[in-house]
């Protein structure tokens, strides 16, 4: 826990009723509890809201001009959360926001590139799902400690009405890395983010000093490990590391999602992913040293499964729509479905190059009926057709 927590703490204990000063006193116990150790704060005064609502209004319109916007973003103007917070809150009132951060493990598996290949991020257990269950589970021991002083709460994760990571970074959880990735001192940039927040009848006083300095748009603070580290920007493929305003067009964990159609280079550089691309996340220093407290919230039942030996690509091929569900349907990338699933194995094949595919990519000429594959399939064929 950083000093600025140890701060916002002392801060707290001391100028509050009897039930806020409850919640504050136990919650690092109920989180831990909840098996949430990581975690940072805001605790808002009404005030302080309406300079959150300013710095919000103001990003947006930077994120309103960036060209580089993917289809999975809502439009800025609807993506308002502390306005949204400014209208539930009396003058009298205060806000706590919480942002908690889901620690998982690398993919540390080697795949031949005849096989299909799903980081780590994304193969295990639906991140959306334990991070919702587990922080219900606080709001419930949150409300019952808070009492009469609570008068709201909710939680989110990656709902996309949010920016969750802009949240994170002002809650005080990471800084940002030149590879956009929120940076924990603790756990790198390997870990998913939530939101809970619960608005309490009371207003604090002193404000925490923390508000001040950091909601400024030049505020955003680049990780000060990133000053003499090149590493992500030399090992990403599609080179959009280290720039000022990335394009997410050309991130491939971005193309292992898009339904839009590739080009050839796309795909080439997509090799054998098919979901996600954490090449950026593995050579980051702050991934390699991740903290061995953190591996601990690791071992836990939601995130032990097999190890990852790679998806054998024909059988992708051979899957319904609900075969997929049974199979991967609690996993972290089955949202995006079994088309694009199967897109992404064709791509993999056709650049594995290997000639064993080709004869048994001819037992499923169906997909040249399929407007969405078959440009995909004949790709594959074409890549791999022996000379
Ligand atoms: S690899 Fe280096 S430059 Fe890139 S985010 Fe990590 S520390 Fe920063
Ligand atoms: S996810 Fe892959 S393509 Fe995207 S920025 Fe990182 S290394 Fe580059």
Request: aromatic share 12%.
């Amino acid at each position: 826990m950083d000093q600025n927590m140890n701060n916002n703490k002392a801060n707290a204990n001391t100028n509050y009723g009897t039930n806020i000063r409850a919640l504050f006193a136990q919650m690092d116990n109920i989180l831990i509890r909840g098996q949430l150790s990581y975690y940072d704060f805001l605790y808002m005064g009404f005030d302080e809201l309406k300079k959150m609502s300013v710095h919000e209004r103001n990003l947006l319109k930077h994120i309103k001009l960036n060209p580089f916007k993917t289809e999975f973003e809502p439009e800025p103007d609807q993506r308002f959360f502390f306005r949204m917070l400014e209208a539930k809150v009396n003058s009298d009132e205060s806000v706590l926001l919480l942002s908690v951060a889901l620690p998982y493990p690398r993919q540390r598996a080697e795949v031949s590139k005849s096989k299909g290949f799903i980081e780590g991020s994304s193969w295990y257990y639906d991140y959306h799902t334990i991070l919702r269950a587990r922080m219900n589970q606080i709001l419930v021991m949150f409300s019952e400690i808070g009492r009469d002083a609570v008068k709201e709460s909710g939680c989110f994760v990656d709902t996309s009405d949010y920016i969750d990571r802009e949240l994170a970074f002002l809650c005080g959880l990471g800084n940002y890395g030149k590879n956009q990735m929120l940076i924990h001192p603790d756990l790198g940039t390997q870990f998913h983010i939530g939101h809970l927040y619960i608005i309490l009848e009371e207003r604090m006083d002193p404000l925490l000093s923390k508000m001040e300095s950091e909601i400024e748009l030049d505020g955003r603070r680049l990780y000060s490990g990133c000053q003499n580290c090149d590493k992500c920007v030399k090992a990403c493929p599609a080179e959009i590391c280290g720039t000022i305003q990335m394009n997410r067009l050309e991130c491939i964990s971005y193309l292992t999602q898009t339904k839009k159609t590739l080009t050839f280079e796309e795909m080439k550089m997509m090799r054998n992913k098919l979901y996600g691309c954490d090449i950026c996340q593995n050579v980051c220093p702050t991934n390699l040293t991740q903290n061995k407290s953190g591996v601990n919230s690791l071992n836990i039942d939601h995130w032990q499964l097999n190890d990852f030996e790679g998806i054998e690509l024909l059988e992708t091929l051979k899957l319904s729509q609900s075969a997929f569900k049974r199979q991967y349907g609690d996993r972290g990338f089955a949202w995006r479905g079994v088309k694009v699933f199967k897109r992404n194995a064709l791509i993999a094949m056709g650049n594995s190059g290997d000639n064993i595919f080709y004869e048994k990519l001819k037992m499923f000429s169906e997909l040249k009926e399929d407007d969405f594959l078959k440009s995909y399939y004949e790709y594959a064929l074409r890549e791999t057709k022996p000379d």
